[in-house]
């Protein structure tokens, strides 16, 4: 009688196929994903001075001025939302991602839709992308939803976002037939009542 294999999991799927066509396998701590037409290393484990490359520049940008990525299927309609940053399934309000085709690095981080009421309980999730280019954006949007500026880049990765709020506008951009949810400025904004910074603990999903 022939032996029955278990069918492979998604992940273990996602691992095969990086391997196999692109000679990737993702490092100790590191689970592989699919993001934007491109293999990144989801970090899931504590890794310290993630951003040490890139602190040097951060040092040295300047806010850009003004106001101010994608989701496979979008399952809101273009619009203003205001949110409330929260934790992902892993416990992790933001999540360290790299590149494996640019080396870049990025953080994820994830907003529930407070408003409108009916979209109430949505994720919305965005990368920052710490790119040479897109420094001074980043440092103008972080100091938007946090309040304060960030010194150094780890402290993205220190669990500051989770209950922090925001008002979002959000946009459809389609790419190679792709239509995904696109954040297209933050502004500050706190709801009455809403602990726009917890002494511990985070609002999951």
Not at 36 to 58: K, V
Not at 128 to 138: A, D, G, H, R, S
Not at 139 to 160: M, P, V
């Amino acid at each position: 009688m022939p032996e029955i294999v278990p069918p492979l999991t998604e992940e273990e799927k996602l691992a095969a196929i990086a391997e196999k066509f692109f000679g990737i396998s993702a490092d100790e701590g590191y689970v592989l994903e699919f993001f934007n037409n491109t293999f990144l290393e989801r970090r899931i484990g504590m890794t310290d001075n993630f951003f040490a490359d890139i602190n040097d520049e951060w040092a040295k940008t300047s806010p850009e001025k003004g106001k101010g990525q994608k989701k496979d299927i979008p399952s809101l309609p273009e619009g203003v939302y205001r949110c409330i940053l929260v934790s992902n399934e892993l416990g992790l309000d933001a999540e360290a991602l790299k590149s494996t085709s640019t080396g870049s690095k990025g953080v994820k981080i994830f907003f529930k839709v407070l408003t409108p009421t009916q979209y109430e309980g949505e994720i919305i999730d965005h990368v920052f992308w710490l790119t040479l280019k897109n420094l001074p954006y980043v440092k103008r949007d972080l100091y938007t939803i946090l309040g304060y500026e960030i010194e150094d880049l780890n402290q993205l990765l220190g669990g500051i976002f989770a209950g922090k709020t925001a008002e979002l506008k959000v946009v459809h951009d389609t790419y190679k037939g792709w239509t995904n949810l696109k954040v297209a400025w933050f502004l500050p904004w706190k709801e009455e009542g809403v602990q726009s910074n917890p002494v511990e603990g985070s609002v999951n999903f």
